[in-house]
């Protein structure tokens, strides 16, 4: 799929349409799919096919879950203001990320472990991100190894998720493939210095299986007991070992955000590991606004959590992101439908997106005004 400028979408439909190159035909996806728009129906179909522990360690969030519950709920506590007589006839999905051409602003979280969900796992989630013309961000605990993964959809844009779980010498040799295979970008998750309490996972008494590829593992006696922590130094370091800018993941504060772009950060990513993390902590939602006023125009801000329809999305970009991306209902997708399930769900949130856009009258995801949202309260 080549990553070509495209015709903008026109409100109501997927942008493209039958024969148009690297796009998709209303044959292989179709944005008013109920089955793909009803993200909640989705997870429950999702359990049908999955082992419950599965359902549950990809569904499930830390400790008391309330990071998890509030999610959705946070972009919601905002309120469109649209414009009208605006003479918006077509509205632009495509945008760059960190130079890379997307046609949609709502990308693909990092995900582990995918295999169980698909058995193509995140090779099945590579082609459908690439039908949907949305970026794909692979994980460190992928069941496929990174270059693998990147060989997939070649021309279509990915980045490389990065944890600090393994010993230094096998995350510096991560991140040097990474940059080697072909990412073009890669993403430092800074919000695991131990791993959340998941207590579904306890409750599911939840192993791996033991037939689980784990792509990107080393072998159990090259992993280091004490792993160094980060700091903000690493950052600068990492972009030298991979050659790729670094997109940092898990902020929610703009005084750590404006640390990470002094220390050469090329983008920051909020997020709160889908709720996996410490709990409960403030929400995407409401830290996005704090983090964006704090780095200015200087990188690009992304976001995630709790991100399930386009209003989310189009909240999201009013308040400073420039892009969103979604962990879980794409794993429901790929378990219910494999890439084209992927691809649906992406395409599915960015028709919603254009749609609720073009009642806002508003145009091009690029320049969506801070002002098109207020809070509920």
Known sequence: MAPADTPPTVPGRWLGGPGAPGQHTRSAVAPDDPAFLDLAALEEQARGVLPPAVADYYAGGAE?????????????????????????????????????????????????????????????????????????????????PLADVAATEPLSPKWFQLYRLHSPTHTEDLARRAGQAGYRALVLTVDLPVLGRRLR??????ALPADLPLGNHPPQTAVAADSPVWTFDDISRFAALSGLPVVVKGVLRGDDAARCVQ?????????????????????????????????????????????RSGSDALTALALGATAVFVGRPAIWGLATGGADGVSRVLAGL??????????????????????????AR
């Open 64 to 144: 008391t879950e309330t990071t998890l519950a509030e999610a959705t709920a946070a972009w919601r506590s905002w309120r469109l203001r649209p414009r009208v007589l605006r003479g918006v006839s077509a509205v632009h999905l495509a945008t760059s990320l960190l130079g890379s051409q997307v046609r949609t602003p709502i990308g693909v979280a990092p995900w582990a472990y995918q295999a169980m969900a698909h058995p193509d796992g995140e090779r099945a989630c590579a082609r459908g991100a690439a039908a949907a013309g949305a970026l794909m961000t692979a994980s460190t605990s992928a069941s496929t």
């Open 263 to 307: 220390a050469g950060a090329s983008a920051v990513w909020v997020s709160t590991h889908g709720g996996r993390q410490a709990d409960p902590v403030v929400s995407s939602a409401a830290a996005l606004p704090e983090i964006a006023e704090a780095v200015g125009d200087e990188v690009e801000v992304y976001a995630d959590g709790g991100i």
């Open 201 to 206: 996972d306890v409750a599911n008494r939840f």
């Open 350 to 375: 960015s028709a919603q997106l254009a749609h609720t856009m073009a009642l806002c009258g508003l145009s091009d995801v690029r320049s969506v005004p801070r002002d098109t949202v207020t809070s």
